[in-house]
């Protein structure tokens, strides 16, 4: 019975892209790096990755869209951070903007790993940022990467 499981190894010739908010700039920007560390040290070349910037969370599943289209990369990594305030807004673009990613990679197949944080106050934004809680980052682009080894083995074994 065959059995797959995907790693960290990108495929030669691979692309990447990160897409990030510019919204809450100091968070969005340390997981940025975090995602950029981690594909370099799991040997993705710094020419194979695209960054593109966005204003917020809503804009998100739009660009991952426009992307997935143009069928040029292996994997997405949407990184972004949305804080509760006093109204219900964060709802609203927390939720959508996470549907939007889901429906994204499922209507074209493309892995797309979601770093995009839904905190209640910032401190908890910072823990996730490279704090305590590690960086959301680095763990969104090995996730990436994983899904889209693992995809690229599923594609050869059914053809």
């Known amino acids: 019975m065959p059995s797959y499981q995907g790693d960290l190894r990108p495929h030669p010739g691979a692309r990447y892209a990160i897409i990030a908010t510019r ?3 100091r968070i969005v920007d340390a997981l940025v790096a975090g995602a950029q560390r981690s594909l370099a040290e799991y040997g993705v070349a710094a020419e194979r990755i695209d960054i593109i910037r966005v204003p917020g969370a809503w804009e998100l599943p739009m660009i991952a869209a426009a992307l997935a289209r143009s069928d040029k990369y292996s994997a997405l990594v949407a990184l972004g951070c949305v804080v509760r305030g006093e109204t219900r807004h964060y709802e609203h673009v927390a939720d959508e903007c996470a549907r939007g990613l889901m429906r994204v990679a499922l ?3 493309l892995p797309i790993a979601n770093g995009v ?3 209640e106050e910032h401190a908890h934004a ?4 490279g704090g305590a809680h590690g960086n959301k980052g680095e763990e969104a682009a090995m996730a990436a990467l994983e899904m889209a080894n693992l995809q690229r083995q599923l594609n050869e074994a059914n053809r």
């Not at 910072?126 to 940022?129: G, K, V």
């Open 107 to 109: 209507d074209h197949g």
């Open 126 to 129: 910072e823990a996730r940022a």
């Open 23 to 25: 919204w809450n700039p």
């Open 117 to 119: 944080l839904a905190v």
